[in-house]
T-cell receptor, first 114, second 112 residues
Framework: AQKITQTQPGMFVQEKEAVTLDCTYD???????LFWYKQPSSGEMIFLIY????DEQNATEGRYSLNFQKARKSANLVISASQLGDSAMYFC???????????WGAGTKLIIKP | AAGVIQSPRHLIKEKRETATLKCYPI?????VYWYQQGPGQDPQFLIS???????DKGSIPDRFSAQQFSDYHSELNMSSLELGDSALYFC???????????FGSGTQLSVL
């Protein structure tokens, strides 16, 4: 069974609009962390934001915020005021504290239109 | 700020050759991870090291081996290369409590 599900293979968004990228996860661990990474066409993997399972407040990093709904097991990434440079592949990932691995979603390809 | 450094950036090898990829983690990071990302795929975990000892093992083929040295840099050794080994290989590093996993720019390996 998929542990991380990103239901949007691709998205087109108008520049300056807000974007929500979906991510749902499945784990029986009580302690885990959720990550979002951005991978532009150049290939590097850029850390965006992290949410711990015990964090009561949603994580925010600049224009990025994570809409964490623990009961629903969702960790959607919200990008406010999108920019052309936001065009990239976005991966949601989870790390269960019982091991060191990151479990990845299939990614969402985001294209920002001018 | 210093980031994770990987070398080489690109590598072209022929089938059955060997390759060595290097990773220099962010200073003071004690854990190193290796990932393999095929074209259009999500990254696949290969192996990790904590304080120079293997901490977890993923889908790393027996033809591959890795180690972490006393200065915390890590090397991924790949032998008997196959066409299917062509991929982007990432190294990442972290510190406890491991809230942030930072990746290098990757090594693009092409096996011809």
């Amino acid at each position: 069974a998929q542990k991380i599900t990103q239901t949007q293979p691709g998205m087109f968004v108008q520049e300056k609009e807000a974007v929500t990228l979906d991510c749902t996860y499945d784990t029986s661990d009580q302690s885990y962390g959720l990550f979002w990474y951005k991978q532009p066409s150049s290939g590097e993997m850029i850390f965006l934001i992290y949410q711990g399972s015990y964090d009561e407040q949603n994580a925010t990093e600049g224009r990025y915020s994570l809409n964490f709904q623990k009961a629903r097991k969702s960790a959607n990434l919200v990008i406010s005021a999108s920019q052309l440079g936001d065009s990239a592949m976005y991966f949601c990932a989870m790390r269960e504290d019982s091991n060191y691995q990151l479990i990845w979603g299939a990614g969402t390809k985001l294209i920002i239109k001018p | 700020a210093a980031g994770v450094i990987q070398s080489p950036r690109h590598l072209i090898k022929e089938k059955r050759e060997t390759a060595t990829l290097k990773c220099y983690p962010i200073p003071r990071h004690d854990t190193v991870y290796w990932y393999q990302q095929g074209p259009g795929q999500d990254p696949q975990f290969l192996i990790s090291f904590y304080e120079k000892m293997q901490s977890d093992k993923g889908s790393i083929p027996d033809r591959f081996s890795a180690q972490q040295f006393s200065d915390y840099h890590s090397e991924l050794n790949m032998s008997s290369l196959e066409l299917g080994d062509s991929a982007l290989y990432f190294c990442a590093s972290s510190l406890p409590p491991r809230e942030k996993l930072f990746f290098g720019s990757g090594t693009q390996l092409s096996v011809l």
